[in-house]
């Protein structure tokens, strides 16, 4: 069985298309990543200043409370 040249371009032309469906789909994959990675210290920042406010709020609650 021997390929064509038409068989030839129809492969190398599907290896393309692929190809650049590929490049879309890891550009959107790094960009979700981008956007994680810029998220995470600000849902860190916001987990321990409410950490914070609940520890204040109990402890001037108690020293107010009696």
């Known amino acids: 069985m ?3 040249t038409e068989d030839t371009q129809d492969n190398q032309q599907q290896i393309l298309t692929e ?3 590929l490049k ?3 550009e959107q ?3 979700k990543f981008d ?5 995470t ?3 860190v920042q916001l987990a321990f200043s409410l950490i914070a ?3 204040i709020t109990v402890i ?5 409370g009696k």
């Open 35 to 39: 956007n994680y990675q810029k998220a």
């Open 2 to 4: 021997t390929l064509t």
């Open 24 to 26: 879309k789909e890891l």
């Open 60 to 64: 001037v609650s108690t020293v107010l």
């Open 19 to 21: 190809l650049r469906e």
């Open 53 to 55: 406010v609940a520890t």
């Open 41 to 43: 210290p600000w849902i």
């Open 29 to 31: 994959f790094n960009q």
